[in-house]
Structure formats: structure tokens, C-alpha cells
């Protein structure tokens, strides 16, 4: 009885042993985000997205035998964690894929690592035009860059509002805000518009006022700011105090409702180019909304373009059948015209993403798309 | 150029505020308090939190004045009063109170989080019907009323130090403990309220500085230390009008600086002219001369 007893445990184990060998494979994206530090505000909304889009795909069971896990770690908006995260990924996690990290500055010191060890990367929020996926064949970028988004936002703002002349500060110690402010500077250069004063300040800087003062005092018809959003709602909340009722023209770093959320009032009147168009009635667009509805979360473009990324990689392993680090390289070098919150999106030759980009305006309190 | 001159003044009145609490304990103990700047950055907290409860900052900013008194009176009495008897006691002291701010600033990050705390909207009533126009600038009534408070308050302290007997008495203890004690003064409570008073103002600039910047976080108190100490250096060590005045001296310098020079030489320019400062003039704007009588 015992010996019979031991046989069917015996089998029933086995069984169990099986059954479970047939389940599916667990491909793991790690995300390095920032969590805290200036860029928090961003961080947190990519978070959501790349959790949902992580869950969505798998309820979907549009990729079979496959089931995606997103790893979080936290890079604190520094360079330095954001290389840890990724040895982190790379070595103990063995993550097939990264997404991150959140800020250009972190990207160009932590990415090398990534194409060095073959493990794709996936840019959602870096938008720096050089120094990103010019890395290497692994980094890839669903983000439009500065020199995407801001040419064509500034010449629609320039159409709309007319100005001939801009005063322009920038933050001089991030390589995203020093690298747009040089898209912003050439692209005013293009469209003819005088640059009457330019001032620099640091991301811990707190008062802008005399920066700002210098700026107005030349009179200029629109301000240009390139800035982190905490910097950002600062800088507008001053600006205002000061008496600046013109327009103020923000590069990607001012797209969070977290500038709304702080510079309150002042915030009217601000224009940001944007790479998610929130209005439209794309399919897979209205499904991204749906999907940030239900779990009660007010998604912006760093979330649009998050969630936009998962969907990227799992199109690619879809792509090439398997969910391995150069599978999924492979995959990107086939996929065309996927359908995301963004738009019809494919890579073009030098791995960064192609859509359409818009012109964004608060007013009464939300950013509303300028027609 | 007036309104770099208000910008200025608006700097200089919460670095001058910050300074004199420093400067105050600095005088009557020889003794630099390092977690000066992390009161500064207490007060603000529980300023914002106390509105965040519906009181009104009028009422906040008192009891958030009071609040970071207490601290201070905590400090003495735990960082600095054991080790008083100890002849190192300036180097004890220092780094006694050293421990504290970090202790301080941790608990603060345990619970309010590294991110960016603001007051909420209509703290202070802001917007262009409260903007004034002034020497060819504008002024915020935010901005003015962080200047008059600022300024209400080195008074109120000049009084207090002047007039009242207890003001004496920290006079006296700063003069020469020894001789107070044997003058029957308190030794013991006129440090304690020198404390008090100090970390008082420290925690005043600190919910001015969020008032007017609107960006706190527990390491808030890092960018202003710094500049704390350049100040007290440069106005004198000791001399509560030297504080004051360096205090303003030294908004007016940044902001000339930031305007005409850009921002990155801001710190620069501001620590090589206190340096300078020094080699010519080592005791600083109003502080004593070199040589003390014993």
C-alpha cells in the first residue's frame, strides 16, 4: 500500500512536472526610470504605461506561448544608477530587452553598456538628436527627437503667434536641455527670427528671476525655454510674477501635466511641441485611452510613448517568433507602419522613430492641440 | 535695472534673514551650527503642511517660526549643552551638529519623500492685479511681503537684543560666560533662548524661501548653507548688522552677476569676491578686529 502510495505521488509529480514544461516562455524587459530626481514627474507616468501595455499584451495572448515581464528599477534621474540599473539588467536579470532610461543625460552614459553586452535598448523618452541610437545597431528610439518636434512646433507657433524676435533660456548642465536649446537656436536662425538675449541656468537653480529680468528687458516678442519640468514651472511661474504676459515656447521637458499642475495660472499661454496627439481617434489610440481609463490614470505623452514602447518589442518578437535579445533586434528591423497611440510608427535608417508631431498650447488649464 | 536691484533685495532679505541666526549663535557660543540649514528646511515643511490643512499662512508662518524655535531649543539642549564642557567644545559642537541636520534631513526624507513639495495655489495671492510697479520694475506682493517680514524681523531682533534684559544677558554670555555667571546671569537658559531664537529665524527664511520659490525638498537647505556662512564670513563673524547687511550685499552681487555673466558664474564670481574680500579685509565687513581682549 505504501510502495502504491509513493508510485502515484512519483506520478503525480512528473505530471505536474510536465504540464508546467509546456507553459510559456517569460520574456523579461527591464526598465530603468526615474522614479525620483527632477525627471520624476516623467518617470512615473512611463511606469503606468509600460505596466498596462505589459499586462494589455498579455491579456491579448497576441503574442503565443510568450508572456512579458517588465522589471522596474529606479535610475534617480543621475548617470550613476542609471549605469547600475543597466549592469543590473544586463548581468542578473538577464533582461531580453531594456526600455529607458528616462533622461538623455543618463542614456548617453548607460546605453554604451547595452550595446556592448547586445541587449536591445528601447529610447521612449530620450529625445537628444545626436549621441542617442548613434551608440550602435542596439539602441533604437520610439521618441521623436528635438530636431523632429521642435522645427516643426516652432514654425506653427511662429504662423499662429508671428514673432520676429525671442529671448531664449536654456539649461546648460543636461545634455537634453543643452541639446535642444541648439535645435531651438537654429531653427529660429532658419524661420528669421532674431535671438535678442540668451541666458543659461543650473538644474538646482531655484531663482531665475535675474536671468529672466536680463531676458526682458530686451524686449523679445516670445519666450524660448529649454528645461526639466521642475525647472520649467519655476521658470514660468516667475516669468509671470515678473510681468510677462507674452508667449513662452517649451521644448519636450515642459510636455507633463506636472507643469499645469505647479505653475498652476501662470502656465497659460505656454506652447509645446508634442509627439502624441492626443485628440485623435486613431484605433490604437482610443484603445490607449481606454486602457489608462480603466485603471483611473491621466496618461501624458511620456506615458502615450512608454506604453507605445512595449508595444514596439512585443511586435518584434512577434516579428521573429522568438523572444531573445537579437530576436528582438531582428524584429525591429522588420516592423512598418504598427499601429500606436502615436500614430502609424516605423523606424527609419538610423533607428529612431518616425510620426507625425503637433503643436500644443495650455489653455484653461490642459494642453489642447493648436490646429 | 531697478528690477534687478528689487530681485536682488528679494535674494539678499531671506539670505540676511538665514544669516542671522547663524551669526547669533555663532557670537554668543563660538560655535557654528551646522543644522542651522536643516531647521531652515523643517519650518518649511510643517509651514506647508499646516496649510495644506486650511490654515492661513499668516497663521502658518508664525507657527512654523515657533516650531523651528522648539527644534533649536532641542538641539541645545541634546547636541551641544553635553559637550559644553569639553575644551574642544567649537569642534564638538560643529560636528555634533553636523549629526543633527543629518538625522534631521533624513527624517524629513522618510516622510515627505525626495520629491519636489510646493505650497498649494493662492498661498499668497499672486498674479498680475498683485504686481506693483516700482523704480521702473515690477514687484509681486509676494516679494514684498517676504522683504517687509524679512525686514520686520532683524528689527524685532535688534530690539530684543538691545532692550530687553534677556538680550543683555546674551550679551553678557557672549562677552565672557565666566564673568555672567558670576554676574548671577542664567548661563544656562541664555544660551537656550540664543538658540531659540536663532533657529526661530532660520526656520522664518526657511518658509519665506518657499514662499518664494515654491520648490522644497528635504535637501533644499544644501544650496543655502553655503551661502550662510559666506555671508556671516563676509559681514563679520559675530556682527548681527554685518550679517544683514553681507546678506543683502551678497543677493545684489548674484543677481548682478546671473544677469551680466550668465548663470554658471554665479557661485563663482560670489565665492572669489568673498575670498578676495578676506585677503584685504579679514574681519570681514563690521566684525571685530583680530585682537580680542582676554
Same mark, same amino acid.
Given at each position: 500500500?505504501?510502495?502504491?502510495?509513493?508510485?502515484?505521488?512519483?506520478a503525480?509529480?512528473?505530471?505536474?512536472?510536465?504540464?508546467?514544461?509546456?507553459?510559456?516562455?517569460?520574456?523579461k524587459?527591464?526598465?530603468?526610470?526615474?522614479?525620483?530626481?527632477?525627471?520624476a514627474?516623467?518617470?512615473?507616468?512611463q511606469?503606468?504605461?509600460?505596466?498596462?501595455?505589459?499586462?494589455?499584451?498579455?491579456?491579448?495572448?497576441?503574442?503565443?506561448?510568450?508572456?512579458?515581464?517588465?522589471?522596474?528599477?529606479?535610475?534617480?534621474?543621475?548617470?550613476?544608477?542609471?549605469?547600475?540599473?543597466?549592469?543590473?539588467?544586463?548581468?542578473?536579470?538577464?533582461?531580453?530587452?531594456?526600455?529607458?532610461?528616462?533622461?538623455?543625460?543618463?542614456?548617453?552614459?548607460?546605453?554604451?553598456?547595452?550595446?556592448?553586452?547586445?541587449?536591445?535598448?528601447?529610447?521612449?523618452?530620450?529625445?537628444?538628436?545626436?549621441?542617442?541610437?548613434?551608440i550602435?545597431?542596439?539602441?533604437?528610439r520610439?521618441?521623436?527627437?528635438?530636431?523632429?518636434?521642435?522645427?516643426?512646433?516652432?514654425?506653427?507657433?511662429?504662423?499662429?503667434?508671428?514673432?520676429?524676435?525671442a529671448?531664449?533660456?536654456?539649461?546648460?548642465?543636461d545634455?537634453?536641455?543643452q541639446?535642444?536649446?541648439?535645435?531651438?537656436?537654429?531653427?529660429?536662425?532658419?524661420?528669421?527670427?532674431?535671438?535678442?538675449?540668451?541666458?543659461?541656468?543650473?538644474?538646482?537653480?531655484?531663482?531665475?528671476?535675474?536671468?529672466?529680468?536680463?531676458?526682458?528687458?530686451?524686449?523679445?516678442?516670445?519666450?524660448?525655454?529649454?528645461?526639466?519640468?521642475?525647472?520649467?514651472?519655476?521658470?514660468?511661474?516667475?516669468?509671470?510674477?515678473?510681468?510677462?504676459?507674452?508667449?513662452?515656447?517649451?521644448?519636450?521637458?515642459?510636455?507633463?501635466?506636472?507643469?499645469?499642475?505647479?505653475?498652476?495660472?501662470?502656465s497659460?499661454?505656454?506652447?509645446?511641441?508634442?509627439?502624441?496627439?492626443?485628440?485623435?481617434?486613431?484605433?490604437?489610440?482610443?484603445?490607449?485611452?481606454?486602457?489608462?481609463?480603466?485603471?483611473?490614470?491621466?496618461?501624458?505623452?511620456f506615458?502615450?510613448q512608454?506604453?507605445?514602447?512595449?508595444?514596439?518589442?512585443?511586435?518584434?518578437?512577434?516579428l521573429?517568433?522568438?523572444?531573445?535579445?537579437?530576436?528582438?533586434?531582428?524584429?525591429?528591423?522588420?516592423l512598418?507602419?504598427?499601429?500606436?497611440?502615436?500614430?502609424?510608427?516605423?523606424?527609419?535608417?538610423?533607428?529612431?522613430?518616425?510620426?507625425?508631431?503637433?503643436?500644443?498650447?495650455?489653455?484653461?488649464?490642459?494642453?489642447?492641440?493648436?490646429? | 535695472?531697478?528690477?534687478?536691484?528689487?530681485?536682488?533685495?528679494?535674494?539678499?532679505?531671506?539670505?540676511?534673514?538665514?544669516?542671522?541666526?547663524?551669526?547669533?549663535?555663532?557670537?554668543?557660543?563660538?560655535?557654528?551650527?551646522?543644522?542651522?540649514?536643516?531647521?531652515?528646511?523643517?519650518?518649511?515643511?510643517v509651514?506647508?503642511?499646516?496649510?495644506?490643512?486650511?490654515?492661513?499662512?499668516?497663521?502658518?508662518?508664525?507657527?512654523?517660526?515657533?516650531?523651528?524655535?522648539?527644534?533649536?531649543?532641542?538641539?541645545?539642549?541634546?547636541?551641544?549643552?553635553?559637550?559644553?564642557a569639553?575644551?574642544?567644545?567649537?569642534?564638538s559642537?560643529?560636528?555634533?551638529?553636523?549629526?543633527?541636520?543629518?538625522?534631521?534631513?533624513?527624517?524629513?526624507?522618510?516622510?515627505?519623500?525626495?520629491?519636489?513639495?510646493?505650497?498649494?495655489?493662492?498661498?499668497?495671492?499672486?498674479?498680475?492685479?498683485?504686481?506693483?510697479?516700482?523704480? %521702473?520694475?515690477?514687484?509681486?506682493?509676494?516679494? =514684498?511681503?517676504? +522683504?517687509? /517680514?524679512? &525686514?520686520?524681523?532683524? #528689527?524685532?531682533?535688534? !530690539?530684543?537684543?538691545?532692550?530687553?534684559?534677556?538680550?543683555?544677558?546674551?550679551?553678557?554670555?557672549a562677552?565672557?560666560?565666566?564673568?555672567?555667571?558670576?554676574?548671577?546671569?542664567?548661563?544656562?537658559?541664555?544660551?537656550?533662548?540664543?538658540?531659540?531664537?536663532?533657529?526661530?529665524?532660520?526656520?522664518?527664511?526657511?518658509?519665506?524661501?518657499?514662499?518664494?520659490?515654491?520648490?522644497?525638498?528635504?535637501?533644499?537647505g544644501?544650496?543655502?548653507?553655503?551661502?550662510?556662512?559666506?555671508?556671516?564670513?563676509?559681514?563679520?563673524?559675530?556682527s548681527?548688522? %554685518?550679517?544683514?547687511?553681507?546678506?543683502?550685499? =551678497?543677493?545684489? +552681487?548674484? /543677481?548682478f &552677476?546671473?544677469?551680466? #555673466?550668465?548663470?554658471? !558664474?554665479?557661485?563663482?564670481?560670489?565665492?572669489?569676491?568673498?575670498?578676495?574680500?578676506?585677503?584685504?579685509?579679514?574681519?570681514?565687513?563690521?566684525?571685530?578686529?583680530?585682537?580680542?581682549?582676554?
Amino acid at each position: 500500500m505504501r510502495l502504491a502510495g509513493r508510485i502515484s505521488l512519483f506520478a503525480a509529480a512528473s505530471l505536474l512536472l510536465t504540464v508546467s514544461a509546456r507553459a510559456e516562455t517569460v520574456v523579461k524587459i527591464g526598465a530603468a526610470l526615474s522614479l525620483t530626481g527632477p525627471a520624476a514627474a516623467y518617470g512615473a507616468q512611463q511606469k503606468t504605461g509600460i505596466l498596462a501595455a505589459v499586462e494589455e499584451v498579455n491579456k491579448s495572448g497576441a503574442l503565443k506561448g510568450v508572456k512579458l515581464e517588465a522589471v522596474i528599477e529606479d535610475d534617480a534621474s543621475t548617470k550613476e544608477q542609471g549605469i547600475a540599473v543597466f549592469q543590473r539588467f544586463i548581468n542578473k536579470d538577464k533582461v531580453s530587452a531594456i526600455i529607458g532610461p528616462t533622461l538623455s543625460n543618463t542614456a548617453t552614459a548607460a546605453d554604451p553598456l547595452a550595446q556592448g553586452a547586445k541587449v536591445p535598448v528601447v529610447a521612449v523618452s530620450n529625445t537628444l538628436p545626436k549621441g542617442i541610437t548613434d551608440i550602435g545597431d542596439y539602441i533604437w528610439r520610439v521618441s521623436l527627437t528635438e530636431a523632429q518636434v521642435i522645427p516643426s512646433a516652432l514654425k506653427s507657433a511662429k504662423a499662429k503667434l508671428g514673432f520676429k524676435s525671442a529671448g531664449i533660456l536654456y539649461g546648460n548642465d543636461d545634455a537634453f536641455t543643452q541639446g535642444a536649446y541648439g535645435v531651438m537656436k537654429s531653427t529660429l536662425d532658419s524661420l528669421g527670427t532674431a535671438t535678442l538675449a540668451t541666458q543659461t541656468f543650473a538644474k538646482p537653480d531655484k531663482d531665475y528671476t535675474a536671468q529672466l529680468t536680463a531676458l526682458l528687458a530686451t524686449k523679445p516678442e516670445i519666450l524660448v525655454v529649454s528645461a526639466l519640468v521642475e525647472n520649467a514651472s519655476g521658470i514660468v511661474a516667475q516669468a509671470r510674477q515678473l510681468g510677462w504676459q507674452g508667449p513662452i515656447f517649451g521644448g519636450n521637458g515642459f510636455n507633463s501635466p506636472k507643469l499645469i499642475a505647479n505653475a498652476g495660472p501662470a502656465s497659460e499661454g505656454v506652447y509645446v511641441g508634442t509627439a502624441w496627439n492626443k485628440p485623435s481617434t486613431d484605433a490604437a489610440n482610443l484603445a490607449f485611452q481606454k486602457a489608462m481609463a480603466d485603471r483611473k490614470h491621466d496618461p501624458d505623452q511620456f506615458c502615450a510613448q512608454a506604453y507605445t514602447g512595449v508595444l514596439v518589442i512585443a511586435e518584434a518578437i512577434k516579428l521573429s517568433g522568438k523572444g531573445g535579445r537579437d530576436d528582438i533586434k531582428a524584429g525591429f528591423l522588420k516592423l512598418k507602419d504598427l499601429s500606436t497611440p502615436l500614430g502609424k510608427f516605423s523606424f527609419n535608417t538610423d533607428r529612431d522613430g518616425e510620426h507625425g508631431a503637433a503643436l500644443q498650447v495650455v489653455k484653461d488649464g490642459k494642453f489642447q492641440i493648436v490646429p | 535695472m531697478g528690477q534687478q536691484v528689487i530681485n536682488g533685495l528679494f535674494l539678499g532679505s531671506i539670505y540676511a534673514l538665514f544669516a542671522l541666526g547663524y551669526t547669533l549663535v555663532f557670537g554668543v557660543l563660538d560655535i557654528l551650527n551646522l543644522a542651522h540649514a536643516a531647521v531652515f528646511m523643517l519650518a518649511t515643511f510643517v509651514a506647508v503642511a499646516l496649510v495644506g490643512h486650511g490654515l492661513n499662512i499668516l497663521v502658518a508662518l508664525p507657527l512654523a517660526v515657533v516650531f523651528a524655535g522648539l527644534v533649536g531649543l532641542v538641539l541645545e539642549r541634546v547636541a551641544f549643552r553635553p559637550l559644553r564642557a569639553r575644551t574642544d567644545s567649537n569642534i564638538s559642537g560643529l560636528i555634533s551638529s553636523l549629526a543633527a541636520a543629518t538625522i534631521i534631513e533624513a527624517v524629513a526624507l522618510e516622510i515627505w519623500g525626495p520629491n519636489i513639495t510646493r505650497f498649494p495655489f493662492g498661498t499668497l495671492p499672486d498674479g498680475p492685479a498683485n504686481q506693483l510697479a516700482l523704480f %521702473g520694475g515690477t514687484v509681486s506682493r509676494l516679494q =514684498l511681503t517676504i +522683504i517687509a /517680514v524679512a &525686514v520686520l524681523l532683524v #528689527l524685532a531682533l535688534t !530690539w530684543l537684543v538691545k532692550g530687553t534684559r534677556l538680550g543683555r544677558e546674551v550679551r553678557a554670555v557672549a562677552e565672557s560666560p565666566r564673568a555672567a555667571r558670576v554676574l548671577g546671569v542664567d548661563v544656562d537658559r541664555a544660551i537656550a533662548a540664543a538658540f531659540f531664537i536663532s533657529s526661530a529665524l532660520g526656520g522664518a527664511a526657511g518658509v519665506l524661501y518657499g514662499l518664494a520659490f515654491n520648490s522644497i525638498s528635504p535637501d533644499m537647505g544644501r544650496g543655502v548653507e553655503l551661502k550662510g556662512l559666506a555671508v556671516i564670513i563676509l559681514g563679520g563673524m559675530g556682527s548681527m548688522p %554685518g550679517a544683514v547687511l553681507a546678506g543683502f550685499a =551678497l543677493g545684489l +552681487i548674484e /543677481v548682478f &552677476v546671473v544677469a551680466n #555673466l550668465g548663470g554658471s !558664474w554665479r557661485d563663482a564670481i560670489s565665492f572669489a569676491g568673498l575670498f578676495l574680500f578676506l585677503v584685504l579685509r579679514p574681519r570681514g565687513l563690521l566684525g571685530a578686529a583680530a585682537t580680542r581682549e582676554a
